[in-house]
């Protein structure tokens, strides 16, 4: 079945509440968040799902070189960033857009739907 | 012979690309296949004859065989048992019921949200319409490069994202189908009044949706908004020879020669109006904007003259159009309407509340300048035109306003 990565998007600065404007939107949104994850799971769609601590405890690291480089904070500076995600299963993208959808209402944020490699599409790249 | 294989072609395209890309899962493969199959058709009828079922011919004698030498050469397929497989498939190519169709799923597929509406527009032509990629460039004014990197990015799309080949769920069906008419409804107006290049009307597009109209209607006879649009857009092309004239002027409603409408596709558009109207009055169902737009047209067209016009029904269809669409054109094009019934003055006090919504675009001055010539304010109509002139992108459109404005008086 194709998998594909549920990511939500929120302000990089978050406030006290984190992107909710308050302690009881916050409170609603972690319920329906925690409810939709229960329905992943029993359905049989959830690989992974978790919340990423803000974007400035982000360290970016570049290997590349002879001595590894470490940088405070996440690679792209962007005013919104990657505040969690899911890693889901689907039949298709009909049903991953849907499942997106519903997550979207759930946890307050937008949602960008990506699909992983196959192991296909995989070796199509090895076949260039 | 050479009009004989265009027939073929017109009529068995999409039939094959679809039947192919649902027995092997693959949009790509299914319309190179395709066109193989129809190369080779060129080569081979002119000197043995055309088959006597000429879509299975192409279908099984020649597009599967095509698409199976395809998957054979890509190893990674595990070609062999791939193939394997799809030999052991022998169902017999038939044509299916308009609700099996393989047609429809092509259709929605190409159409897919998911996609950019630029995608969309270009998938549709060229899997479903069979037009080929130097065509379409053609039509959209872009190179022929771009156009194809356009559609092999579609392409990659719906493989790698998995977009599923098959018909919406029930839910949903509504608004996808929604997407798809928008579509085709796109193709008609880039042909009907192109936004740019030298050619004022694209009858290739205009002809192509047309196609892509009666083919929906064929797949889907009940769809009420289905046949709307085809109505529309029949009503609407019926007066395509009277709406430029000889001089390569734009010539508006009230000014055609209505003799040189096309009295077969208006009785065709009549006849659809006269079969929605009739299930929307014993069915209690409420028509959607392309119902209406249609009804609209054939009131426009069942009048002798613009004068003899029933206006009162027109603006009456255009307050139902607002309150499905209330969005600015919808209410500048009932504000013309208005102009009819209530006088250029009453319009005129509607049009300007739009003004901020509709600043840049070339219909709000053209309309604006031509309700303020009859309310007999020269200077500021002359004013509306030149804003006009200057937006329109149509080389006849820009033709007819400008003549209008040279005739304001001092």
Redesign the interface.
């Known amino acids: 079945m194709?998998t594909y990565m549920l990511s939500v998007y929120g302000p990089t600065e978050p406030g006290e509440f984190g992107p909710y404007p308050s302690k009881e939107a916050m409170l609603e949104a972690f319920a329906d968040t925690g409810a939709f994850n229960d329905k992943l799971e029993r359905e049989g769609h959830l690989v992974f799902a978790d919340g990423l601590e803000s974007a400035s405890s982000a360290t970016t690291v570049d290997g590349r070189g002879e001595t590894p480089m470490f940088t405070d904070g996440p690679y792209l500076e962007t005013k919104e960033c990657i505040g969690g995600f899911w890693v889901i299963e689907a039949?298709?993208?009909?049903e991953?857009?849907a499942l997106a959808a519903e997550g979207s209402r759930a946890c307050r944020g937008k949602v960008e739907?990506?699909?992983f490699q196959t192991s296909?599409?995989v070796?199509?790249l090895?076949?260039r | 012979m050479k009009e004989e294989i265009a027939r073929v072609h017109h009529e068995e395209w999409a039939r094959v690309v679809a039947g192919l890309a649902r027995r092997f899962g693959d949009l790509d493969v299914a319309e190179e296949a395709a066109a193989e199959a129809f190369a080779v058709a060129v080569e081979r009828w002119p000197r043995d004859g055309v088959p006597p079922n000429p879509g299975g011919w192409l279908t099984t004698t020649t597009a599967t065989r095509k698409a199976i030498d395809r998957l054979r050469r890509e190893s990674h397929r595990d070609a062999k048992q791939q193939a394997a497989r799809m030999l052991d498939d022998d169902t017999p190519f038939e044509p299916t019921g308009p609700v099996e169709d393989d047609r429809l799923r092509l259709v929605f597929t190409c159409c897919h949200p998911a996609l950019a509406m630029e995608a969309r527009v270009a998938l549709t032509l060229r899997l479903v319409g069979g037009l080929t990629v130097a065509e379409i460039a053609r039509a959209f004014l872009v190179q022929e490069a771009t156009m194809a990197q356009r559609i092999t990015r579609a392409k990659a799309k719906i493989k790698a994202a998995h977009i599923p080949y098959r018909l919406p769920t029930a839910d949903d069906i509504r608004e996808r189908l929604a997407g798809v008419l928008a579509v085709v409804f796109l193709v008609f107006n880039e042909g009907y009044l192109a936004s740019g290049g030298d050619d004022p009307l694209r009858v290739d597009l205009t002809d192509e949706a047309i196609r892509l109209g009666r083919l929906l209607r064929t797949l889907l006879p009940d769809d009420g908004e289905t046949a709307g649009l085809l109505a529309l857009m029949l009503l609407t092309d019926a007066r395509r020879l009277a709406r430029v004239s000889r001089t390569g002027e734009l010539v508006t409603l009230d000014e055609q020669d209505r003799g040189a409408w096309d009295r077969t596709l208006i009785a065709e558009g009549h006849a659809l109006v006269r079969e929605r109207l009739e299930t929307v009055a014993t069915d209690d169902e409420s028509p959607g904007r392309y119902q209406v737009l249609a009804a609209i047209s054939a009131v426009h067209t069942a009048a002798p003259s613009a004068r003899d016009t029933d206006w009162s029904q027109i603006v009456a269809l255009y307050d139902r159009l607002v309150m499905l669409d209330p969005s600015p054109i919808v209410r500048l094009n009932r504000a013309v309407a208005v102009a009819e019934v209530d006088g250029p003055a009453v319009a005129l006090a509607e049009v300007d509340r739009l003004a901020e919504a509709l600043d840049g675009y070339h219909a709000y001055h053209a309309a604006r300048a031509d309700l303020l010539r009859r309310h007999g304010r020269s200077d500021e109509s002359r004013a509306a035109y030149d804003r006009a002139i200057g937006l329109a992108g149509n080389p006849a459109e820009r033709a007819y306003l400008t003549r209008r404005r040279d005739q304001l008086a001092g």
């Open positions: 194709p039949s298709d993208l009909d991953a857009l739907v990506r699909p296909e599409s070796a199509a090895l076949e």
